[in-house]
């Protein structure tokens, strides 16, 4: 009886996992077409304004975008921080961002965490001899396959301010999409066209000019932080690709066009698009 039942047994269980799949499937795709409410879109445009910049298409897609992920992730406040509608809509549209126009997908992210601010991580510091460990102010984590942490304080901010240069979300989401290739080193998951020589060759010279100009004591365009490691540069230029687009393409045309392409967006035309200069 039993050498019966195993291929029975083994069509059922395939015939779920096809269901789970086709249901999964179907799901995805109704989510991406669903747009957000009037209301949400109000918050969205109020606390990200940057949003405002994308042409019609991507926003439509944003807004898909968005509720897949909220569909994904569970966000937990700490600290006795209650996460509100507002809250999800403001990290989630920033977090989005970076993917509005392309296939990848924070797959293994399940959690966002959200501090009221600024919070106290433990890291030790290196003197040539000794490790010492220390408590320091953070703004924001990214762990490989999650959670995400954040500074409430410092992700409104973020948000609210597109043009100076500083967003926690989108750096620690850029560390998320960094991570997708199984490391966290710079090195992101390359779009078809895209060579790795190229890649490296674009982002070695802008993170060495970098450098160059900390040291002469200039002002930089990308944060000063990019200048910690090739991983770090990564998520503070696509901030400045998304905050300062027009003056990262003009300052660093090969790596603006390397951003562009990974992320099949070209935010100086939206800049231009409205205006801003």
């Not at 609210?160 to 998320?176: K, P, R, S």
């Amino acid at each position: 009886m039993t050498s019966w039942l195993v291929p029975g047994g083994i069509l059922l269980v395939a015939g779920l996992l096809t269901y789970r799949w086709w249901w999964r499937r179907r799901r995805r795709k109704t989510l991406l077409a669903t747009p957000l409410t009037a209301e949400q879109r109000e918050v969205v445009e109020r606390l990200v304004p940057l949003v405002k910049r994308l042409p019609q298409p991507l926003r439509q897609a944003l807004e898909g975008k968005m509720n897949l992920f909220f569909d994904q992730i569970t966000f937990r406040g700490i600290n006795g921080l209650e996460v509100t509608e507002a809250m999800r809509l403001s990290i989630g549209a920033q977090a989005c961002l970076l993917i509005v126009n392309s296939p990848v997908w924070y797959d293994t992210l399940r959690n966002v965490l959200v501090y009221p601010s600024a919070f106290l991580t433990e890291r030790g510091t290196h003197d040539g001899h000794f490790v010492h460990e220390g408590h320091h102010a953070t703004l924001g984590e990214s762990w490989a396959r999650g959670p995400v942490v954040l500074s409430w304080d410092d992700a409104l901010q973020g948000g609210l301010d597109a043009q100076d240069g500083h967003n926690v979300v989108i750096h620690e989401f850029a560390h998320q999409l960094d991570g997708l290739s199984g490391h966290v080193d710079g090195i992101p998951i390359l779009r078809k066209g895209q060579t790795y020589a190229g890649w490296e060759q674009a982002m070695l010279d802008a993170y060495h000019d970098h450098g160059e100009r900390l040291d002469r004591g200039e002002r930089t365009l990308i944060d000063p932080y990019g200048a910690t490691n090739h991983q770090e540069f990564f998520a503070e230029a696509i901030v400045a690709f998304f905050e300062k687009p027009t003056a990262l393409r003009s300052e660093e045309p090969a790596l603006y066009a390397q951003l562009a392409q990974l992320l099949a967006l070209d935010p100086a035309q939206w800049d231009l698009a409205v205006g801003v200069r």
